[in-house]
């Protein structure tokens, strides 16, 4: 098999390491709009080379990996799919838009493409997707993290919340996930991953708190419907080179590639 990073920043370099130790893939193409980044990983690497642009190596690829930003997951998903190369997304954002969404949606089912979007650093996907097939009628989901994670965030800055006189853990909204994605950027990827997985962004309840006394970020997926009720709780270690990511996050990548290039669906 042979693979297409595009970005080769904190998850993309980890991402190109794991799979230059998977067997069945036999060639890895990196692609950074900052060239340096995409050379210094594959000087590390066996089987990475560096490209120039998505266009240049797609006909000899199986499967792109986009894990740059929003814009650029925009751009290219359409040309891969389009190319009938599979595709997982990393900038989950990008799917907000539901006109978007559906376009790549249907185009993929035309290309017989598969895109891929791994669960990140909520658990719990598996349930609410076989839950998604009855009827909803509550999908919740509360983030707490560290006063750090919301330093910069306008939202905060203009309801004169200052972050550094929190001496608890302190409600930062509470709302659907079609505004919590706006004015949050930073936890989109879970809100949409859940939104898309559920029943839609206006649905979705996203509560989000600060908690001065943490380190780790949690997600807990309520969800209420037809099949009963399920809570699932995480617990996030931060990654140590970005305390806004998760490892589940990057680990939940990883594990999705594996299942792609060995073609072993165990738990879907
Ligand atoms: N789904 C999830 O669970 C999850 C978890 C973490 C991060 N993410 C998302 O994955 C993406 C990457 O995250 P990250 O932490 O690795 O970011 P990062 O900033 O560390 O790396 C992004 C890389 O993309 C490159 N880039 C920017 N524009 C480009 C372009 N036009 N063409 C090619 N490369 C380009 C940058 O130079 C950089 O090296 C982000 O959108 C982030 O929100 C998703």
Redo the contacts with the bound molecule.
């Keep these: 098999m042979r693979i297409m990073i ?7 370099s980890k991402l190109a390491e794991a799979a230059d130790g998977l067997m069945e893939v036999k060639r890895i193409y990196l ?4 060239n340096s ?1 995409a050379e210094a990983v594959a000087a590390k690497l066996k089987k990475a080379v560096v490209v120039n642009g998505v266009e240049e190596e797609l006909y000899h690829c199986d499967l792109v990996i986009e ?7 925009h ?1 290219i998903v359409p040309k891969v799919v389009a190319r009938g190369v599979d595709v997982m997304i ?4 990008a799917l907000v838009d539901e006109d978007y969404r559906t376009m790549i949606f249907d185009r993929a089912k035309e290309c017989d493409v598969r895109i891929y ?2 669960s ?2 909520v658990c719990g996907t598996d349930g609410l997707r076989a839950s998604a097939i009855g009827e909803l009628k509550v999908v919740e989901i509360n983030t707490v993290q560290g006063t750090a994670s919301f330093k910069g965030v306008e939202f905060i800055e203009q309801k004169g919340i200052n972050l550094d006189n929190l001496k608890e853990r302190t409600l930062l909204y509470s709302g659907s996930a079609r505004d919590a994605v706006k004015l949050f950027p930073r936890n ?3 809100a949409a ?1 859940v939104s898309i997985l559920g029943f839609g962004f206006d649905k979705t309840t996203v509560n989000i708190f600060a908690d001065p006394a943490t380190t780790s970020n949690s997600h807990e997926l309520k969800v209420k419907g037809e099949f009963g009720e399920m809570t699932c709780s995480t617990y996030n270690v931060t990654s140590p080179d ?1 305390p806004n ?1 998760s490892n589940l ?2 680990f ?2 990883i594990s999705a590639l594996e299942r792609i290039v060995k073609n072993q669906w165990i738990g879907i």
């Design positions: 595009v970005g080769c920043g904190s998850r993309g692609v950074d709009s900052d980044r894990c740059a930003t929003q814009e650029v997951a751009d990393m900038s989950v954002g979007i791994p990140g650093a989109v990827n879970v991953l970005n990511t996050a990057v939940s990548a």
